[in-house]
């Protein structure tokens, strides 16, 4: 069955640092949509992308679609505490959206 | 306000004991999910509906069932619990005009002894 990959599994950077999460499917993937779980919490939705190449940004974090639709990727640029958290990609496992499969998620750590 | 709710939010039970975990959501929508988190392995989806009367299977379905008799609930029954289904579940929902953002209920962690 369709498998996503996410790289690394924890991450720890220095507050200010960058910070970068990488998603890789095992197919071709319609969209891909992102979400983020403060510690605690439950997912909350991020973004979708659709097209292939597509990059979209949201202040300081920016996601890229990747020009085969099989992965994907989170940045963020001049980390902050507020970012701490799990961050998971999701896509699709068929032509629907019915079937949703989640990566294994990036934790994100911040060291103020 | 938009919301997805789970009960209970917490459940400590012995193995053999059939439990349901409730959702409800408040808002009209017509798709609805069932995942749970466990360590290492991200969120597995476990049953969905895609409409009332209409459900299918996730990744892993074994040891659970759901029912959607309304649109707004979507329960999760343990017909016998057993150790290895001890995990964080997560109900969520979904309108199909809303470009697939899925909004998810708050989590109810389940503990099978």
């Known amino acids: 069955g369709q498998q996503v990959m996410q790289i690394p599994q924890y991450q720890h950077v220095q507050e200010g640092e960058d910070f970068t999460t990488y998603c890789n499917s095992s197919t071709t993937l319609s969209n891909i949509q992102w979400y983020k779980q403060r510690p605690g919490g439950h997912p909350v939705f991020l973004i979708q992308l659709v097209k292939s190449g597509e990059v979209k940004k949201q202040k300081r974090l920016t996601f890229q679609f990747g020009e085969a639709k099989k992965n994907s990727s989170l940045h963020i640029t001049a980390t902050q505490t507020t970012d701490v958290g799990t961050y998971f990609c999701?896509?699709?496992?068929?032509?629907?959206?019915?079937?949703?499969?989640f990566g294994t998620g990036t934790r994100l750590t911040i060291i103020p | 306000e938009a919301q997805v709710t789970q009960n209970p939010r917490y459940l400590i039970t012995v193995t053999g004991k059939k439990l349901t975990v409730t959702c409800s959501q408040n808002?009209?929508?017509?798709?609805m999910s069932w995942y749970r988190q466990d360590p290492g392995l991200g969120l597995r989806q476990i049953y969905y509906?895609?409409?009332?009367?209409?459900?299918d299977k996730g990744d892993v379905p074994e040891g659970y069932k759901v029912s959607r008799k309304e649109k707004r609930n979507f329960p999760l029954i343990l017909e016998s619990p057993s150790p290895n289904q001890t995990s964080l579940y997560f109900c969520?929902?979904?309108?199909?005009?809303?470009?697939?953002?899925?909004?998810f209920g708050a989590g109810t962690r389940l503990s099978v002894l």
């Open positions: 999701a896509g699709p496992a068929g032509f629907g959206n019915e079937k949703l499969t």
């Open positions: 969520a929902s979904r309108g199909w005009t809303e470009k697939n953002i899925q909004y």
């Open positions: 509906s895609m409409n009332v009367e209409v459900t």
């Open positions: 808002m009209n929508h017509e798709y």
